[in-house]
């Protein structure tokens, strides 16, 4: 058992504090030009796409490294190391994995230089955590595929250009699973329309996607046709660390002790009211079992050891983290903190918006419940629902 | 960055998960919950000192192993899963306590003969049921003993007792010879971890310690830590059994656990072991190489089990059903051990707050 880095991974680590150092202003004083200024350094440094292999043009850092800039990146609060998340996170891997070689050519590249976004059209109005019963169908007529059907909840799809769709090629077969294929959609196509939803903290950024006769030429197809299932579980599972999540919470701890620090209750400090001291060492031991857990499962990837399913623990406390936090901070502030905005709000209202913006991060990859069968089932061996 | 056992380590574990299914199935552990068979208890002890686990962290010149925390850790991981009564984790306490507070004489004269097994301790810190605390030790120091101490672990059987005592502010770890105390057995909850009341009446001291408060906090933490690691174990064997009866009882034509209310509650408890158990590593880890960070580290680890593991002893009955009530069956033995881990070294609101108040 040993924390210490290597003198290489701390020399990455260092170069990485004086990049920050030098390329990175405090938040206020990012003017306008800052954001593509930022994009391009990244790139140049080889750290969007970091875990990628070096002939798609990513950085092929090591899984310690990629923690570590992971770590450092939320440390300082950096911005995204490029705009389209979905395109890095699973899209990209996902063509990597399944793509041809033009579609390696063609695609890879816009990703790792922000020109592109995607978006990722899974949900459908019925099939939501039971994402394998989808209906859009997709039918092969010559060398194009006409593509009919409707997706909700499509996060992106306002700002997007292109989508990575699952649709049902065969809908006569035994296992819902098969019979799936994944097509990778520009947005522009005719008869896609985007039509967004408003959430509950009044943003706009998911969407209801209609397809109606679209065309999409049969080189646009992400592998085998009726093989889409495999190649969206084997992107999905491109299971980033959460190393970079656990800094972020890190730093949300400390705002919130601060906040309790700042506040008042009946008329007394809240810092000396024993149900908060204790609802502040729970947020801490949440925060630091994630940290713990995500050095012991990074070690067993070290290791070369499989994971299995673990990454579901870190994202059950992820969501009840970022659940009861923002709750506990809108009731600790009393009517200061059900101000969105405001001179009376209680750090400007920031507190009263994560707690309406948390069911982006705790539904997106997959329900409380969804990660609960997934350690159930594939863990502890319990039979499937 | 490696935060995981080595080769060797795990060599350890499979050495002790071995030697607890041959020599202490559940049967034995009840006997000897209930004081029967001494003889029996003798020879598990004697062979556990053979084997090394008592010498683990006794420095090399003292006649240990000179291990640390880290690698005692999977040995007391697999006493808390077979729920072994023997006093290991009080054996380490007091070798932690001796070598760290000690003088050179000593720490000759105890660390070996802890390590050998000869020596057997209970230990005694606070008088206080519920306060971890200088203040919480009240036993008067001085040449010669006249009081009470209550909660003493592992106090019987024992061949010598280590207390602390205090004289104004200053504090002190006291060793005496369990045979000029009158030490009486108290009935607790959990039968595995033996609690005693000792009398004592002007017992000359055969060593004493003077200590800090922030060594009776080492100590107090060491403890913490070392509950946490048995809770692991105990929390695992409770799943494992749990969940194999999930998978087998059949109910409404269903193995119990297909639904989704018996599932999610088994896959809380993974979560929560998951948690405690990286928390506890690391802690273990500190108390060796970031003994700094050891106060948070161990809050951090012990307040967390406290609850999880209380909520899993709980569960893990009520998910059987009636049979979980039953006696004959094990998983009541887990539940009354979560009952005393919650308690031992500080309850979880204890340790929470002691996070807060870090800052």
């Known amino acids: ?385 | 960055m490696d935060f995981g056992f080595s080769e060797e380590q795990n060599l350890l574990r499979e050495q002790v998960r071995r030697f607890m299914a041959d020599e202490l199935p559940s049967s034995t552990v009840r006997a000897l919950a209930l004081g029967e068979d001494p003889e029996r208890r003798a020879a598990l002890w004697q062979q556990a000192a053979d084997l090394g686990w008592l010498a683990l962290i006794v420095p090399e010149r003292f006649g240990g192993v000179g291990l640390k925390w880290i690698d005692l850790a999977v040995v007391l991981e697999e006493c808390g899963r077979a729920l072994c009564p023997l006093p290991v984790l009080s054996a380490a306490q007091a070798a932690a306590a001796i070598a760290r507070c000690g003088n050179e004489d000593q720490r000759r004269a105890w660390l070996a003969r802890i390590a050998s097994g000869e020596a057997v301790f209970g230990i005694g810190l606070y008088d206080e049921p519920n306060w971890i605390d200088p203040q919480g030790v009240r036993l008067a120091g001085g040449e010669l003993l006249t009081g009470t101490k209550p909660f003493v672990q592992d106090g019987i059987p024992s061949t010598h007792l280590l207390v602390a005592t205090r004289t104004g502010d200053a504090l002190a770890l006291a060793i005496v010879a369990t045979a000029e105390v009158e030490v009486t057995a108290q009935p607790a909850v959990d039968g595995t971890k033996p609690t005693a009341k000792a009398v004592l009446d002007a017992v000359r001291p055969l060593d004493t310690l003077p200590i800090s408060s922030a060594d009776l906090d080492f100590l107090t933490d060491c403890g913490a830590v070392a509950v946490t690691l048995e809770a692991i174990g105990a929390a695992e064997a409770v799943l494992e059994l749990t969940s194999e009866y999930a998978k087998t009882r059949i109910q409404f034509d269903n193995p119990i656990g297909k639904y989704q209310g018996v599932k999610h509650r088994l896959a809380d408890m993974f979560v929560d072991i998951e948690s405690f158990k990286s928390l506890a590593y690391y802690a273990a880890w500190a108390v060796d190489d970031a003994v700094d960070e050891l106060p948070r580290a161990a809050s951090l680890a012990k307040a967390y089990a406290s609850d999880a593991f209380a909520r899993i002893g709980i569960d893990g009955v009520g998910l059987h059903g009636a049979i979980g009530y039953t006696a004959e069956y094990d998983a009541q033995l887990y539940l009354k051990r979560s009952k005393w881990v919650r308690s031992a070294f500080g309850d979880a609101d204890f340790h929470y707050r002691r996070i807060a108040a870090m800052g």
């Open chain 1, 1 to 385: 058992m040993d924390f210490d880095y290597t003198p290489s991974e701390q020399a990455f680590r260092n170069e990485v504090r004086e990049f920050l150092a030098e390329n990175l202003p405090p938040p206020k004083e990012r003017g306008r030009g800052f954001l593509a200024g930022w994009l391009s350094k990244v790139r140049a440094k080889g750290w969007v796409g970091f875990s990628w292999p070096k002939e798609y043009g990513g950085g092929e850092g090591s899984l310690t490294e990629q923690a570590i800039l992971k770590e450092e990146m939320a440390l300082h609060r950096a911005p995204p190391l490029g705009t389209s998340f979905m395109g890095l996170a699973w899209v990209g891997p996902g063509i990597m994995q399944y793509g041809t070689d033009e579609q390696k050519q063609r695609f890879i590249p816009d990703i790792l230089d922000s020109k592109v976004n995607w978006c990722t059209g899974y949900s459908e109005p019925n099939h939501g955590s039971d994402l394998a019963a989808i209906e859009t169908k997709a039918e092969r007529i010559g060398d194009h595929y006409v593509v009919n059907g409707q997706k909700i909840w499509t996060t992106g799809a306002p700002w997007a250009d292109w989508i990575i769709l699952l649709t049902r090629t065969q809908f006569d077969v035994e296992r819902k699973h098969d019979g799936i294929t994944c097509l990778l959609v520009p947005m522009d196509a005719p008869g896609v329309e985007v039509r967004p939803i408003e959430n509950m903290a009044g943003e706009r950024n998911f969407a209801e996607v209609f397809f109606t006769d679209v065309q999409v030429p049969v080189e646009n197809r992400l592998g085998e046709e009726g093989k889409g299932w495999q190649v969206t579980i084997s992107a999905l599972a491109n299971e980033r660390s959460s190393i970079g999540e656990v800094t972020q919470m890190f730093a949300r701890l400390d705002s919130l002790k601060a906040l309790v620090k700042a506040t008042r209750r009946q008329g007394r400090p809240a810092a000396e009211d024993p149900a908060v001291q204790r609802r502040i060492g729970e947020f801490e031991a949440k925060i630091a079992a994630m940290k713990y857990n995500g050095l012991r499962y990074l070690t067993k990837q070290l290791r070369g050891e499989p994971l299995s399913s673990e990454t579901s623990v870190n994202k059950l406390h992820r969501a009840s983290l970022e659940i009861e936090m923002a709750d506990f901070a809108v009731e600790l502030t009393g009517m200061a903190g059900v101000q969105l905005g405001g001179d009376d709000a209680a750090d400007g209202g920031s507190w009263a918006r994560s707690s309406l913006g948390w069911p982006g991060v705790v539904i997106g990859g997959g329900t409380p419940n969804i990660q609960r069968n997934i350690i159930a089932e594939r863990i502890l061996g319990l039979p499937k629902d």
